[in-house]
Nanobody, 122 residues
Framework: QVQLVESGGGLVQAGDSLRLSCAAS????????MGWFRQAPGKEREFLAA????????YYGDSVKGRFTISRDNAKNTVYLQMNSLKSEDTAVYYC???????????????WGQGTQVTVSS
């Protein structure tokens, strides 16, 4: 079992930055890939970013490439999502998730957090 708890969401203005954190506990965190997804009302859950277990490989969805950065600190069992130049269309519930291997495929993530709301006002 892996328990994931996101934090850092909130209400910001367009153009602002925000950093989300995801604290993991339970099964060995450092052996698993981590990912961030988001879901806006009425839309499907969207892949944002993933990072390999050691942090050496990162992957991004087209909608956030160049604006968002994923990182992890295995000593703290935490993964981060730095979000810059936020836009109103970034408004969504943001989720972190854990997978056995690096992937952008939602179905391969077997542990999920409860989500944190990010609202960007224009």
């Amino acid at each position: 079992q892996v328990q994931l708890v996101e934090s850092g969401g909130g209400l910001v203005q367009a153009g602002d930055s925000l950093r989300l954190s995801c604290a993991a506990s339970g099964r060995t965190f450092s052996n698993r890939a981590m990912g961030w997804f988001r879901q806006a009302p009425g839309k499907e859950r969207e892949f944002l970013a993933a990072i390999s277990w050691g942090g050496g490989m990162t992957y991004y969805g087209d909608s956030v490439k160049g604006r968002f950065t994923i990182s992890r600190d295995n000593a703290k069992n935490t993964v981060y999502l730095q979000m810059n130049s936020l836009k109103s269309e970034d408004t969504a519930v943001y989720y972190c998730a854990s997978a056995p291997h690096d992937t952008s495929r939602l179905s391969l993530y077997d542990y999920w957090g409860q989500g944190t709301q990010v609202t960007v006002s224009s």
